[in-house]
């Protein structure tokens, strides 16, 4: 199977406050929204005494939430990629389902796996486009969402009866059920034993099956 290169993250070269920064950051914004959170209150939490320590290192709250939204979609570009290149590999179509497991698995994997960056992307992911979807559009455009694209491509094949603007309502939908499912579960993931139906693979092979449906619908 032939991969292709991951691409270059921007974590590489996180110094360790920089890291506690935005592992502070990315988990007051998952929890309680951009806008409630303060610069201020993210550099006391991370534990500086210096309450200027948010602009020293990333300058402004916005370049912030630039690098936290690059820092994950870069993990879940890398991984979508090599999930979308084992199934090309197939010799076989893509299916429906085989795309919207593409969205699906890497970014919920992503999550489960790198205690680090993935631990509350989603939820800020989910936060962040309720208030600025069009900044995260414009953040990730290119680089960070070949992989989305690619998916997105493959399905619009896979609708050619659909006229694009049906096509483009579809894919809102789509986008916005697999956020909001992929958020919750991540929140409830930290509870596992009060939640075992969050944590089974099963439930997100359910998340994938009725994803497809939006799209299969007639």
Known sequence: MQVNPQPELPTANDSDTRRRLK???RQLFAER????VTVREIAREAGQRNQGAVAYHFGTKEALLTELLIDGAAQIEARRRIFLDAVEARGTPVSVRDAVAAIVIPSA???DE???YGAHFNRFLLQLSAVDSQFVDR???GRWNEGYQRCLTHLRKLM???PPRVQSRRFLFLGNYISSLLAQREAKMVDGLRHPTWRARETLDDIVLTAAAL????
């Open 139 to 141: 953040t990730l455009e």
């Open 114 to 116: 790198d205690a680090e």
């Open 160 to 162: 050619p009866d659909c």
């Open 33 to 36: 929204g951009i806008r409630d």
């Open 109 to 111: 994997e992503f999550s």
């Open 23 to 25: 592992r502070v950051a």
């Open 215 to 218: 799209v299969e619908a007639r």
